[in-house]
């Protein structure tokens, strides 16, 4: 009696556990989100040359680790993808944010615009989405003197503007997932 009381208990536990792991395929989930401190952004407004709302991102990372995305985790049914990464062209799509970060420490005037043409990744929130985009990085002054690097994905009115602190921030999430060295609380289960 002991023993089928402990396969019992056992196949149970075993059940308790993956049923989080059933619900996050079942429900077609195949990707994570965490929580990392500091990652932020403005929604800039461009006919004001100026941020509005702040946006604090959280991380969704797929769960073949070769996505990443900015995003905001409201519950385990409810998130918001805004514009992420894909691996195989990291470099590439990383190199605007490097540039700019150089460009606004080198005090330059004026602005600077760069197009790159890329694989969506989730631009409106679905990870797995395989259109072609173009993200648009401008390089800017605010109307308060600051440089800004403002991202939009061509044909979405929403502009993200960062600050070289945030876009610094940015970078340091990111390498550091490119890396496989990311770490952060998981707010998915």
Known sequence: MKKINQSLLLMSCLALASCSTFHKY?????????????????EFKTKFNACADTYSFDVKI?????????????????????????RDDYARETQPIRDFIIWSKANSAGGKRVTVKRKAGNAVGYLFEHSDVVYVFDYIHSREDIPMLMLN?????????????????????????????FTGEKLTG
Do not use: H, M
């Open 153 to 181: 994905i061509e044909g979405r009115g929403r502009y993200f503007g960062f600050t070289t602190e945030q876009a610094e921030k940015l970078l340091q999430v990111l390498d550091a997932w490119y890396a496989g060295k």
């Open 62 to 86: 797929s769960d073949d680790n070769d996505r990443i995305a900015l995003a905001e985790y409201f519950s385990p049914s409810d998130d918001a993808s805004y514009f992420g990464f894909i």
């Open 26 to 42: 079942a429900t077609g989930r195949y990707y994570e989100i965490y929580r990392t401190e500091g990652l932020g952004a403005c």
